[in-house]
């Protein structure tokens, strides 16, 4: 166990539905990320949020739609998602954001699939 | 803006082999560097980092120093192991943003 934890680890969802993907982080940190892994891609920073404010949103489609109640919790909403959004989404925790001296911790990653 | 250019994988060794996995970037100013590995089925987890030019981190018999004339932070194990076998991620961050990473190499290790 890292301190941050996603769940759920698998998932499969139709075009039309709505889930949702949640974080939590044990480790005291404020600030909070979301990243999308895709074959053969470098890791897409999505979403990141420090001390519960969102900071960064990098062109993502609003189909995703990010959630911070607060330090420890982040959530990913999902709709009408398309096949192409397939991949493991990452959520990872920092002291701050740009972490200099400690870098991330990474949860195990979501595995989304888009039928 | 910032970017990692890692080396194309997959990288295929015998156990026991020298590793070079080459990693150069691009930013202004200093930034921190890092390593990650990620095993199968599981999130990247921090090999090591340097934070300044000539620094050196080190971690699991894994190394990479920090070169700023070359722009480059190459990780390097002289021993490899079939455990080692993971995708190796170059990263970095600078100025306060995310941590911007490059496209990762597969290494499998055989026995």
Redesign the interface.
């Known amino acids: 166990e890292?301190g941050?934890t996603?769940t759920p680890r698998h998932l499969v969802m139709g075009m039309t539905n709505k889930k949702s993907l949640k974080c939590e982080q044990h480790l005291g940190h404020n600030a909070m990320?979301w990243y999308k892994q895709s074959a053969?891609?470098?890791?897409e920073?999505m979403f990141?949020y420090n001390f519960k404010e969102q900071t960064?949103n990098n062109s993502v489609p609003s189909r995703f739609s990010p959630e911070c109640p607060n330090s420890s919790h982040l959530f990913l909403h999902l709709h009408t998602l398309q096949p192409e959004d397939s991949a493991l989404y990452?959520c990872?925790s920092s002291q701050?954001?740009?972490?200099?001296?400690y870098?991330?911790?990474?949860?195990?990653?979501t595995r989304l699939t888009v039928v | 803006g910032n970017s990692?250019t890692q080396m194309e994988g997959p990288v295929t060794l015998s156990e026991e082999a020298f590793l070079t996995i080459n990693c150069t970037y691009t930013a202004t100013g200093y930034p921190?560097l890092?390593w990650?590995v990620q095993y199968p089925?599981?999130?990247?987890?921090?090999l090591l980092?340097a934070?300044k030019a000539d620094d050196k981190g080190s971690n699991k018999g894994f190394e990479a120093t920090y070169r700023k004339e070359t722009t480059s932070f190459h990780l390097e194990k002289g021993s490899v192991q079939v455990s080692d076998s993971a995708v190796y991620?170059c990263a970095l961050?600078?100025?306060?943003?995310?941590?911007?990473?490059?496209?990762?190499t597969s290494l499998l290790v055989t026995p």
């Open positions: 890292t941050v996603q990320y053969k891609k470098p890791l920073l990141v960064e990452l990872a701050d954001p740009g972490q200099g001296n870098g991330y911790t990474f949860g195990s990653g | 990692v921190s890092f990650y089925g599981e999130g990247l987890q921090l980092k934070t991620f961050t600078h100025s306060g943003y995310a941590l911007n990473f490059g496209k990762g």
